[in-house]
């Protein structure tokens, strides 16, 4: 067989520990056979990131924004005890907080639906897509202890030196006090990421706040997606016959609950990270959740939701075979090389991203998977648990 060509190459940010080894797999056994795979590699993995400084993060973003279409792979965010395992010179940062900012993205977080592993909520029949804005609100924010009686003030100084001031509380004993701030600049950006995504997924798109309660900051979101709904997306989604659909978030809670799914719901930073786990471990499984950074400007980087997998990584450096569970790295591969096919115009490419999907879903649905899963598995016949290496193959088998 004659395998298949690519034209622009992907971005492969590749990782650390356990992910690591299942990238390696990946790419041996589901894509190398079947596909001229190009990439432009960077190696995000931790001692490289030490040996150049955490430049070679920098630089796989700029290829990001340059190519347009990244892979990542889970890696590692040092802490004290990392620092120490890997001899690091400094603490580096994120890399998915330093990708993110060279972006300006917005997260998607989708799980990955099976028959015979069902979430949690049984009328949730397709998957529910949480948009999760990653910038300001409560990660930015400024707080105090107060520690007696006085007045806490809202002060804001204008570069002409103008002042203008207002009462948060006249405080009559201890208590607390928090500043938080988000600029128009990124709710903007949100908020086109969020209009894109549906469009490019053609799901209807909700999106939810407190304006009620917070009637300047909450509803500044509000009020921005609507004017950019109204004026740059509204025929569009008309057209695909989708909805835009607001609504506070308590009400949207209640919907999605009641809800058969099938949707993307845009989110503020903080109710992204709280629904996000939610929806996540309602769905099933960490190991099923796929992720993906898109930027205003229409970069996309696709990755798993879940980390690097440490505790199996130690288990398989003493030489066991591990069953840890590929499915969302390998869907971060199948979202880049569709998108890739997408944007260069190679159908085949696309339909070999689909193919790939489908084989590995229909791997698990027929009762082959890893450990994790086990648990969860409702099919008639026991589930046959396997290894990772062995479920890659099955899953080429059936290709
Ligand atoms: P984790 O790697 O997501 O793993 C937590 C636990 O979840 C695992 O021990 C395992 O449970 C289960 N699990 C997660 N993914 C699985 C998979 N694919 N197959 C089977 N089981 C899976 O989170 P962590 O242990 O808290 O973090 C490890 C490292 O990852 C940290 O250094 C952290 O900085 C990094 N991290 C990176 C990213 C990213 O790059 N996007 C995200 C999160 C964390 P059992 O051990 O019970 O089997
Ligand atoms: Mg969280």
Redesign the pocket.
């Known amino acids: 067989m004659e395998k298949l060509k690519m034209i622009t190459p992907l971005v492969e940010m590749d990782?650390d520990e356990m992910t690591r080894i299942l990238w390696q797999d990946i790419k041996e056994i589901l894509l190398m056979p079947y596909l001229e795979l190009k990439t432009e590699y960077y190696d995000l993995g931790l001692p490289e990131r030490e040996r150049t400084g955490d430049q070679v993060t920098i630089d796989s973003a700029e290829a990001a924004k340059k190519y347009g279409v990244a892979v990542k792979c889970?890696?590692?965010?040092p802490n004290g005890q990392?620092m120490k395992e890997y001899q690091l010179s400094q603490m580096w940062k994120s890399?998915?907080g330093t990708i993110r900012a060279i972006l300006d993205g917005t997260v998607f977080r989708a799980p990955i639906m099976v028959k015979g592993i069902s979430p949690v909520v049984k009328n949730w029949k397709k998957p529910i897509i949480i948009a999760r804005h990653a910038f300001g609100d409560v990660y930015r924010a400024s707080e105090k202890r107060i520690t007696g009686p006085g007045r806490a003030e809202l002060v804001f100084t204008a570069r002409d030196g103008t002042e203008s001031r207002q009462t948060i509380c006249d405080f009559d004993g201890p208590g607390v006090i928090q500043g938080q701030f988000n600029q128009d600049s990124s709710i903007r950006s949100f908020a086109h990421a969020c209009f894109r995504f549906a469009l490019d997924m053609g799901q209807d798109l909700w999106f939810s706040t407190k304006d009620t309660i917070s009637k300047q900051y909450d509803h500044t979101f509000k009020d921005l997606f609507q004017e950019i709904y109204d004026r740059e997306y509204k025929a569009l989604f008309e057209k695909k016959g989708l909805e835009y659909f607001y609504t506070l978030i308590d009400d949207a809670v209640a919907r999605v609950i009641r809800s058969e799914g099938g949707f993307l719901w845009a989110c503020k930073n903080y109710d992204g990270d709280v629904m996000s786990d939610m929806v996540s471990t309602a769905f099933g499984s960490?190991?099923m959740m796929t992720s993906v950074l898109v930027s205003p400007d229409g970069k996309y980087e696709y990755?798993a939701a879940?980390?690097?997998?440490?505790?199996?990584y130690y288990r398989y450096l003493k030489g066991e075979q591990t069953s840890?569970?590929?499915m969302?790295t390998l869907f971060a591969w199948t979202g880049a090389l569709r998108k890739r096919g997408e944007l260069d115009g190679l159908p085949d490419l696309m339909a070999f991203a689909d193919r790939l999907e489908r084989a590995a879903i229909d791997t698990i649905e027929g009762g082959t998977m890893?450990g994790?899963l086990a648990g969860l598995w409702e099919g008639k016949t026991p589930a046959r648990v396997v290894t990772s290496r062995d479920f890659l193959t099955a899953i080429a088998e059936r290709l």
């Open positions: 990782g889970a890696t590692i965010t990392r890399p998915n960490l190991a990755e879940h980390g690097t997998v440490t505790r199996h840890t569970n590929p969302a890893t994790d």
